[in-house]
């Protein structure tokens, strides 16, 4: 691949703005392992290779397991996962997917199970990984 823009040296108060999100969703109530969750499976849908490698490392680290792990491309068949974490891994998808648009019974699923706060904190997890993501893909980032 050839060499291409790097995001942080010629749009340094850009790269910063998206830092100082992902600095927010860090300071939230999301467990790690709901945020991990978020992380890697916004990575796998956008085939992101940076992103799951480092959100693979960081999730072992916050106890997801490696069942979990290699599960997660087939969660809504497995049941080593929660209630909570099937409706995150859901809202995840749909937000990603976002040209299918979120359905009703996903947000309200969602909805049930979280307070306010914490459904918003999901949201702009979500949100944030797939602008992380964006980033990574256009700009040639590649998994170590």
């Known amino acids: 691949m050839k060499p291409r823009i790097v995001i942080p040296t010629v749009a340094p108060e850009a790269y910063q703005a998206l830092m100082n999100l992902e600095k927010y969703i860090s300071t939230t109530s999301l467990t790690p392992i709901h945020k991990e969750l978020i992380k890697i499976r916004a990575s796998q849908i956008n085939g992101c290779a940076y992103c799951i490698n480092m959100h693979t490392i960081d999730g072992r680290k916050h106890g997801i397991t490696e069942q979990k792990i290699y599960l997660l491309n087939a969660w809504s068949e497995a049941d080593v996962y929660t209630e909570e974490e099937k409706a995150i891994l859901a809202l995840t998808e749909q937000v990603t997917l976002i040209s299918n648009h979120v359905s009703d019974e996903v947000y309200q699923n969602a909805a049930s199970l979280f307070d306010e706060k914490y459904l918003a904190e999901i949201i702009l997890s979500i949100i944030t ?7 990574a893909i256009t700009t040639g980032l590649r998994a170590v």
């Open 129 to 135: 990984i797939n602008s992380w993501n964006r980033l």
